[in-house]
């Protein structure tokens, strides 16, 4: 692996570790490129409480974004360093989060669906389920989301959880890819899914966009600096990959969200 975007921080509340941390280890494990990601900032402007503790809050963008800087700065001879947010697509909240973000200097987002709709009120998108209209919903709103042209990439496509038809999941899921491709937006087999077995990456998921031919990323998913050098969750997702004939990416042409 030489790049990797998917980098989270303490600011989440669920990562450990100091940001330099991520940036020695990654330095250490061959790593040219290390993009930050962490869950971004979301400000519900008109509900209540305004922020969630399943990421950072507004006031801690800052800080964030002068950390990663000076990390950037600092380590420029031996690593490229980018700083990036994971966020969902929220209708409501985008264009807030947008000027959030391009005030604070981000240069990329990545696309992690972790709820639908506006997030409040709605169930954890890994939580399975067997209503298709969740599958359905998830499925359109992230299209809507590739469409905005600002993502560089969609991490783990496959964590929504539908246990019901085979048939139906491969359908909206042969949508979803198409869609991706289309907006020229490619999926990442998310590292973090494999080392904690989770539900994902979804064979079922890859196979469809291995017949597709979508473009895949590896991610780290990383919450701890080890995890920016996690190589058997690496070989697990290339043998993946090799299997199903997916065709893997070194590294992400960064979209510029309008900085
Ligand atoms: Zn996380
Ligand atoms: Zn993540």
Known sequence: MIANYHTHTYRCGHAEGGDEEYVRQAVESGLTILGFSDHTPYDYFDAEPRSRPIRMK?????????SVHDLAEKYRDR????????????????PRLL???????????????????????????GRPTLDRKLLERYVSQTIEAM????????????????IGSGKVYEQEMRRLCRAALQAEVPLEINLLGLREGRHYPNERFWRVAAEEGNPV???????????????????????????????????????????
């Open 79 to 94: 690593i490229e360093i980018h700083l990036g947010v994971e966020a969902e697509y929220y209708p409501k909240y985008f």
């Open 58 to 66: 507004p006031e801690e963008l800052p800080d964030y974004a002068r």
């Open 217 to 259: 990323i590896l991610g780290c998913d990383a919450h701890r600096p080890e995890h920016v050098a996690d190589v058997k969750s690496e070989e697990t997702a290339r043998a993946l990959a090799e299997r199903l004939g997916l065709s893997l990416l070194d590294t992400l042409p960064l979209r510029n969200i309008g900085v």
């Open 99 to 125: 000027e959030m973000l391009r005030e604070n200097g981000v240069e990329y987002m990545i696309l992690g669906q972790h709820f639908l709709g506006n997030e409040i009120g709605e169930p954890y998108s």
């Open 147 to 162: 469409e905005t042209g600002l993502f560089s990439c969609f991490a783990h496509p496959d964590l929504l959880r539908y």
